[in-house]
């Protein structure tokens, strides 16, 4: 199924991670050093053209959207707008389907250190998640 997915526009990586990276003001290169000296690449893949990213065991799943107009709503209600951009992807394997809610974690990008601890709260009714998505853009 097509879903639209917000990445960091420098990086290619979630939104997670491009809060982080906004707010350390890290270049990719120390992002990508930064979660390997952490034993954290698991938790934030690259969303590059061709790519299959695969959900973290046990989560909830990679967050996307059915329709790209709400992927824009999330961009703006989170204040992404500068840092992030749109991409297309192929879901493999949807987990949840937009039509009630369900947990996700909050502002996990402020603190990647800390995400096999996270806390979650109940999502906006649509987001979806998969267990897997193919990168089309």
Do not use: Q, W
């Not at 034993?39 to 799943?61: C, Q, R, W």
């Amino acid at each position: 199924m097509i879903a639209y997915k917000v990445v960091d526009k420098r990086t290619r990586y979630g939104t997670n991670a491009a809060i982080f990276i906004d707010s350390t003001k890290f270049s990719k290169y120390e992002f990508e050093r930064f979660i390997k000296e952490n034993d954290l690449v698991e938790y934030y893949p690259s969303y590059e053209k061709g790519n299959i990213a695969e959900a973290v065991k046990d989560s909830h799943g990679i967050m996307c959207f059915h329709d790209i107009n709400d992927a824009y709503d999330f961009m703006e209600r989170e204040n992404l707008e500068d840092i992030c951009e749109i991409i297309k992807v192929e879901g493999i394997n949807l987990i949840h389907d937009g039509k009630r809610s369900y947990r996700i974690a909050p502002s996990v990008g402020m603190f990647p250190n800390n995400v096999k601890d996270i806390k979650f709260y109940e999502a906006r009714v649509y987001y979806i998640t998969y267990e897997k998505v193919k990168v089309l853009e």
